[in-house]
């Protein structure tokens, strides 16, 4: 088993590039639930956890796994849990109780094909609305999307980085395609890595308040049992955590939660350009299905066809300002997605240039081809 | 007896909340609250190293009042976070406060499973057959034929009996006390959290508001009294048949048994897996 700290070439799938990932990130506490195409990840960190003095534990079902990672969280361990659409469906509850607490964490969806038990083993991009909207309120959450083995572990690491630095859950978009996809990846030495960690309190504990706003709109944190006693709730509270029902209070709290993620849009919205230099049609995408676009797009080349590539990493907070450039730049973009349009709506909602926007789906299971896509392409050239 | 009472009201009550608290008056929760005070000042836990975790409901607002590390969770999930903090960081204290429909309805699962799992934890459930931050709806506690805002013509499922719940799931120690017997409230607690392992106490109390009212069951005072007269020692249970236990309940320490501890049990996983190759 290889450990995460060699710099030397591997073949891994993108579940196990997951679990190098987060450990690279210093994750050290994972809970979950068995479920494909998600169990790789649980039974990888299974073994690699107690050798770096982590924990791994397999709870009764997906809420007890992400109410576990959040304690753990609490008491000042990085943690992360992994599932697919039914455990990610059952996480929603405790998911918007670490949104309005505040605890980091990162909580991995490897999507497969829904609605319910839906198809198990075959891939989807259907949880993306979910994953931003899908516990209930308004809150703040980032959602990331991989599309490769190598994605698997920067962006992981990267996850982990937003959820300590602005104290929120980060939701980790697989897909079935990626996460069993075996690339050869050479893992970065763990010198070269950057890692961010939440920010402890400097005052004594008799002058910490956990929740009162600063420059950053995130409070220090800090952990269970290092002297600073404080109650955590989800009821609505105020900055020294304390249940309130005064509507300034409730406002002013509420608007510092999306603020702080307001503040951070630059580094936050991670999106990728290729071939847009010249572009004129643009194909975006994420996921595993920014691959197959990518090859459409060489092949558009090749007929004369100024094609250029928008992948969206970051899904959510929705990446307006490189879709808005984008839909600026051509004449039409097409949104090969699996599954209805989940984001070609958000891509719309955001197109003030009237640009032509061509959706193409597909929820039957199975991939979307380059040829599909090229298809797409030729029709709007 | 008054000075060690305003030692404890001084040293763990939270004094920059803003109380009145949100129970009713004659509410078991206080009682309650008071013997947990006490059970951990009588051990001398270090408050920074004790968690208290708790779901939701009437006697989960309990974290909110006391000065400890306080986690006051989802509905029916506090042994979840519970586990989490505890695995994360062992060498903490870590309790946890539920309800009767908290932690065997909608958290019968988790609570069934960190009974079987064995993680250095305490359970204190406070029973008091009822929702009552809602209204007074039937509970896994409420007795066959009673009334309640969801019952209101006599409730036609049977009852949970939470402390045999926890033995059979396998709590290595499982005790039953009321808000009438508060000394030995005391005692019992202690015992729960000094013992290794999933430890277990259950908690009979009153809602006189709710579940009492509409049962004509009396006020708080009658309620609580009425604990007295239903509780049968363990050991004196023993001896009784069933019909002369009908209607009455077992107080005391129903299993103490000892097993590995699963949280300890780890930790040597973490030990002998740094000894293989990588």
Not at chain 1, 161 to 185: F, G, M, Q
Not at chain 2, 265 to 273: F, L, P
């Amino acid at each position: 088993m290889a450990s995460p700290e060699t710099g030397q070439r591997l073949l891994l799938q993108g579940n196990e590039a997951v679990v190098h990932g987060a450990l690279a990130a210093g994750c050290r506490f994972f809970a979950g639930y068995p479920i494909t195409p998600a169990s790789e990840i649980s039974e990888l960190l299974s073994v690699m956890l107690p050798k770096v003095g982590g924990t791994f534990i397999q709870m009764e079902d997906e809420i007890a796994s992400m109410g576990a990672i959040i304690g753990a969280s609490l008491a000042g361990v990085k943690s992360m849990t992994a599932t697919s659409g039914p455990g990610f469906s059952l996480m929603q509850e405790n998911l918007g109780y670490a949104c309005i607490t505040e605890v980091p964490c990162v909580v991995v969806n490897v999507m497969r094909g829904g609605p319910s038990t839906g198809l198990p083993t075959n891939v989807s991009q259907g949880d993306v609305l979910m994953a931003r909207w899908g516990t209930h309120g308004d809150h703040p959450i980032i959602v990331l999307a991989v599309s490769s083995v190598a994605d698997c572990f920067s962006i992981t690491v990267r996850a982990f980085n937003l959820s300590e630095k602005y104290r929120v859950p980060v939701i980790l978009l697989s897909d079935e395609v990626v996460a069993h996809t075996r690339e050869c990846v050479v893992l970065p030495s763990q010198d070269k890595i950057r890692v961010v960690d939440r920010i402890a309190p400097s005052v004594p504990p008799e002058w910490y308040k956990p929740y009162a706003d600063n420059n950053r709109g995130v409070p220090d944190m800090a952990s269970f049992g290092e002297g600073y006693r404080h109650h955590v709730t989800g009821l609505v509270h105020d900055e020294r955590g304390y249940p309130t029902q005064q509507p300034k209070e409730i406002e002013s709290f509420l608007m510092r939660l999306h603020d702080k993620i307001t503040k951070g849009f630059s580094e936050i919205m991670i999106t990728k350009t290729q071939m847009m230099e010249d572009a004129d049609v643009c194909v975006i995408a994420y996921g595993c299905v920014s691959r197959a676009a990518m090859q459409a797009i060489k092949m558009a080349r090749a007929h004369g066809i100024k094609a250029g590539m928008l992948q969206l990493i970051t899904l959510f907070p929705f990446p307006r300002k490189a879709v808005d450039a984008a839909l600026r730049q051509c004449s039409a973009a097409i949104v090969p997605e699996l599954n209805l349009g989940q984001m070609a709506r958000e891509i719309n909602r955001v197109n003030q240039t009237g640009t032509r926007v061509v959706k193409y789906n597909r929820i039957d299971g199975q991939m979307i081809t380059p040829d599909e896509i090229l298809k797409q392409i030729l029709g709007v050239s | 007896m008054v000075v060690e009472t305003e030692v404890i009201r001084h040293e763990y009550l939270r004094h920059d909340k803003k109380f009145p608290h949100v129970w009713c008056p004659g509410c078991g929760n206080g009682i309650v609250l008071g013997s947990l005070l006490r059970a951990i000042h009588e051990l001398g836990l270090p408050k920074d190293d004790v968690v208290v975790a708790s779901g939701i409901g009437c006697s989960s607002r309990l974290t909110t009042y006391i000065d400890f590390n306080t986690l006051h969770t989802t509905h029916g999930r506090a042994l979840t976070f519970a586990t989490g903090v505890k695995l994360a960081k062992p060498r903490l204290k870590v309790i946890t406060v539920m309800g009767d429909g908290d932690a065997t309805a909608i958290g019968g699962n988790h609570f069934i499973h960190a009974a079987r799992r064995n993680i250095n934890i305490t359970a204190v459930i406070i029973n008091n057959s009822t929702y009552g931050m809602t209204g007074g709806q039937y509970s896994p506690t409420t007795p066959y034929g009673s009334k309640s805002t969801t019952s209101v013509y006599g409730h036609v499922e049977h009852d949970f009996s939470i402390a045999e719940l926890a033995v059979t799931a396998g709590a290595v120690f499982v005790a039953r006390g009321t808000v009438y017997h508060a000394a030995q409230l005391d005692k019992l607690l202690e015992q729960a959290i000094t013992k290794r392992g999933f430890s277990v106490v259950e908690v009979i109390s009153n809602c006189h508001v709710q579940h009492g009212r509409r049962n004509k069951l009396g006020d708080a005072v009658t309620m609580i009294t009425g604990f007295r007269d239903r509780a049968v020692p363990v050991a004196k249970a023993a001896k009784m048949s069933a019909e002369e236990m009908r209607g009455k309940f077992t107080i005391g320490v129903l299993c103490d048994v000892d097993k590995p501890v699963s949280s300890e049990e780890y930790d040597r996983i973490r030990q002998e897996s740094c000894q293989l190759p990588q």
